[in-house]
């Protein structure tokens, strides 16, 4: 299973980012489950997810200002993030999971200045 994060950056307060997390070699899309995210020491917490049918779930801190998309075109799922806030910096890292084991991406930090 080969995932690829991307996009993270250093924006300010209000801004936008768009993460990717691309799959590659046997590994579809579908297979790609959501979006967690890991602030300087905390614990991982979910923040979006996306089934196969295309239905999506929101954390309550994010709703309204975050969208999970998937292409399958590109094979990719992607989190347009809206509105940031200093409490969203963290490294985001997407999740797939195939025949009931869970991978990871290997994470891309978001950083959003005050």
């Known amino acids: 299973v080969q995932l690829q994060a991307s996009g993270g950056g250093l924006v300010q307060a209000g801004g936008s980012l768009r993460l990717s997390c691309k799959a590659s070699g046997s590994t579809s899309s579908h297979h790609i489950v959501g979006w967690y995210r890991q602030a300087p020491g905390r614990q991982r917490e979910w923040v979006a997810a996306?089934?196969?049918?295309?239905?999506?779930n929101y954390a309550a801190s994010i709703k309204g200002r975050f969208t999970i998309s998937r292409d399958y075109a590109k094979n990719t799922v992607s989190l347009q993030m809206n509105s940031l806030e200093p409490e969203d910096t963290a490294v985001y890292y997407c999740l797939a999971r195939v025949r009931n084991r869970d991978y990871w991406g290997q994470g891309t930090l978001v950083t959003v200045s005050s």
């Open positions: 996306i089934s196969s049918g295309g239905v999506t």
